[in-house]
Nanobody
């Protein structure tokens, strides 16, 4: 059974960095499009970053995080990362990773597998 488990969240100050991890089991991340989403309190879930499968290789970012966040993948460890630099209070949210067959899509409905989420809180 495929499972995604996020880790690495926490409480940081504005300007700090965090690296989130998404460990996959029963699901080779090299063969899936992987996405990071976030949901702040009282807001809808939004796309943050995504990476096509290893064959396609495309990466995609929301405008709000472009230049600050980087998505990457370690196929041997079957883990996807989200490096978050220059964090802002508006980045505060629960962050989720997700996987789907095919290419990255920006809508969460297209993803088959989801992790349980990890909280990121950025204080000003």
């Amino acid at each position: 059974q495929a499972q995604l488990v996020e880790s690495g969240g926490g409480l940081v100050q504005a300007g700090d960095s965090l690296r989130l991890s998404c460990a996959a089991s029963g699901l080779p991340v090299s063969m899936y499009a992987m996405g990071w989403f976030r949901q702040a309190a009282g807001k809808e879930r939004e796309f943050v970053a995504g990476m096509d499968n290893s064959r396609s290789g495309g990466t995609y970012y929301a405008d709000s995080v472009k230049g600050r966040f980087t998505i990457s993948r370690d196929n041997v460890k079957s883990t996807v990362y989200l490096q978050m630099n220059s964090l802002k209070p508006e980045d505060t949210a629960v962050y989720y990773c997700a996987a789907k067959v095919g290419r990255v899509v920006y809508g969460g409905m297209g993803y088959t597998y989801w992790g349980q989420g990890t909280q990121v809180t950025v204080s000003s």
